[in-house]
Structures are given as C-alpha cells and as structure tokens.
C-alpha cells in the first residue's frame, strides 16, 4: 500500500500501521498514505484497526513544515482535518489501537475514531500547541469537543494539559486500557464483534450520531482554512 502506512486485510478486517520509522508525523505524504488505505479498506467494506510503530501512535503533523513551505503547511493543515471528517463519517467501524503516545493532530486523530483502545502505561496524550506556540485550529477544538469531558476540554485544549493512559480513559481520550501485549489481540476480538454489525444500520446510525458534531467542525473548517490563507498564503 505505502512505505508509510501497511495495509493487511484478513477475514473482513483491515489493519492499517503508520510507520515513518520515527515519531509517524502527520506529514502530507503521510495523510495521503492514510487516506490511500482508507481507499482501500473502504473498497473492502472492512472493519479498520488503526495502530502505529513500537511506542508511537502518532507525534502530531510535521512541524518542520512550518518553518519550510507555507503553502504546504496550509495543505497538510487541511489534509489533516479532512482525514479527521473522514474517520468520523468512515462507513465501518475504525478502531484505534493506540500504542503509544498520541500528541497534537495524533490526540485529533484518535478522538476521530469510534472505539479507542490504549496501552495502560507509557503512553502520554498530549493536546501541546500552545506550548510550541499555536492557536488549536477551531475544527480540532470541535474535534476535541466531541469526545473529551466539559472539565478535561479546557484542561486539555486551553492549559496544554499532558495525560497518562488513566487519565486519558478518565478524560474521553481512550475507551479502554489493555497491556501493550494484548493490545492487538483486545483490537482484533473487538473489530470481530463490530463484524456482525449491520453495515448499512450502522452507517445511518453514525451519521446521526456524528450530525451535530460533524456540522460545527465543517463551519470551524471554513472558518480556519480562510485564517490560514490569510495568515500564511496573503502576504
């Protein structure tokens, strides 16, 4: 599928693994690589594990871009709330299993999906933007919103909050803690019993649930994309 994302399909299920060989950085090679698998999977009418490398699920999007290419941070910017949009409205199931650390947009990635399975140590989640010196864009702020508890959002999202695997499951982060080597078999027991679901019941189902949700990030979206261009593209 890609150097950068392993796709394997067995039995109904595909497992997608983000692998740069470093901290798997949202960059725009890896967003397409994601979404090419999501192609895939959606090809399929697979039930999708999303897991990454050893002890990193993902480290956020690339910030070396930032300093590089303004008109490729605007892109991999977009890329990365359109992929969020997409998990949100994938037809089947996405299971995340979060190996490890999940940090800005790879925090967004995971609140993207519908059942988020994590390693119950060594794992930090980590909303840091405004430690490094960023707004959060108001569609992650949606994104956050919709998943993560009143209290733990502003915790989070305004203070830059750094939380454990049992924070996390406290927070909304995760649904569920399992030992780092169960952590793929508890993802492949739980993607099977989301196999004997409907598919067309819960694809309505979702959307209905996703509705209000996927309307604020859509109005965010519009509103940050303009923002962006003018901050980084109007000059």
Known sequence: MSELVNYQFTDGIA???????????????????????????????????????????????????????????????????????????????????????????????????????????????????????????????????????????TQAVCTAEPYSPQMALEAGFLDQLTPADTLQTEARSRAERLLKLDAAAFQATKSRVRRPALEAMRQAFDEDLIGWQQQFLDH
């Not at 390693?119 to 956050?144: M, R, S």
């Open 15 to 153: 497992t997608l693994v983000m692998d740069d060989g470093k901290a798997n950085v949202m960059s725009v090679a890896m967003l397409k690589a994601l979404n090419g698998a999501l192609n895939q999977a959606e090809a399929d009418r697979a039930v999708v594990i999303l897991t990454g490398r050893e002890s990193i699920f993902s480290g956020g999007f690339d910030l070396a871009v930032f300093k590089r290419d303004k008109a490729e941070l605007v892109e991999m910017l977009e890329a990365g709330a359109q992929l969020s949009e997409r998990l949100m409205t994938f037809p089947r199931p996405v299971i995340a299993a979060c190996n490890g650390h999940a940090v800005a947009m790879g925090a967004f990635l995971l609140l993207s999906t519908d059942i988020r399975i994590g390693v119950d140590q060594g794992a930090k989640f980590h909303v840091n933007e405004l430690i490094v010196g960023l707004t959060v864009p108001k569609v992650f702020v949606e994104v956050c919103r919709q998943r993560l508890s009143p209290a733990h959002l």
